[in-house]
């Protein structure tokens, strides 16, 4: 099955920016899709399609990708920002399941 | 609004079997994809499985041999017994909704809705 590699955990101060990698083959060929997920909370969709962001989420979320790598950036990152990110995207055999990736914890400092 | 919300055990006996109810508000069953999705305490997240409306079903490899998944169009709900549990399926499950959408000709699944999740133990 596809793996989708993060970095386990990320700092950033209040006010700057934060980018999110997410490292798979899949990724080659498939878009990212990504989770922001608060302690004892489901995860909440913050972009799909690589760059698109659901009615509600703030425009300081923006999504990119290029070659195995999707990255999930926070422009000017709030407290209520600090949280666990996974993207998600297709497994490279395109019969199974789609899967998540590793998970980032993002302090916001 | 949808709303999904997951009922069934807490605790579970090891070699037992778990089993799930997801009880769908807002939102018909037809024309989506429903899915159970886990993640053990402190760690990432892991689908289980996903059933079409129409029924037909996709699992994961790793836990295929132990899982159905089922709905109940009818009453707006879907299930998930998974068999012989372990202390490695302690975590907490969360019922979810899958949709699919086309961009740059492939399509795609994303989980746009989730269940609040809930806890299942597994000891004696």
């Known amino acids: 099955s596809s793996e989708l590699t993060q970095d386990p955990a990320v700092s950033v101060a209040l006010g700057q920016t934060v980018t999110i990698t997410c490292q798979g083959d899949t990724l080659r060929t498939s878009f990212a899709t990504w989770y922001q997920q608060k302690p004892g909370q489901a995860p909440l969709l913050v972009i799909y399609?690589?760059?698109i962001r659901p009615s509600g989420i703030p425009d300081r979320f923006s999504g990119s990708s290029s070659r195995d790598t999707a990255s999930l950036t926070i422009t000017g990152a709030q407290a209520e920002d600090e949280a666990d990110y996974f993207c998600f995207s297709r497994d490279t055999s395109p019969n199974r399941l789609e899967v998540f990736g590793t998970g980032t914890k993002v302090a916001v400092l | 609004q949808v709303q999904l919300q997951e009922s069934g055990p807490g605790l579970v006996e090891p070699s037992e079997t778990l089993s799930l109810t997801c009880t769908v508000s807002?939102?018909?069953?037809?024309?989506?994809?429903w899915t159970w999705i886990r993640q053990p305490p402190g760690k990432g997240l892991e689908m289980i499985a996903y059933i079409f409306y129409s029924g037909s079903t996709k699992y994961n490899p790793s836990l295929e041999s132990r899982v159905t998944i089922s709905l109940a169009t009818s009453k707006n709900q879907f299930f998930l017994t998974l068999n012989s549990v372990t202390a490695a399926d302690t975590a907490v499950y969360y019922c979810a909704r899958r949709r699919s959408y086309c961009s740059h000709g492939s399509c795609y699944g994303l989980i746009d809705y989730w269940g609040q999740g809930t806890l299942v133990t597994v000891s004696s």
């Open positions: 807002g939102a018909s069953i037809n024309p989506y994809y």
């Open positions: 399609d690589t760059n």
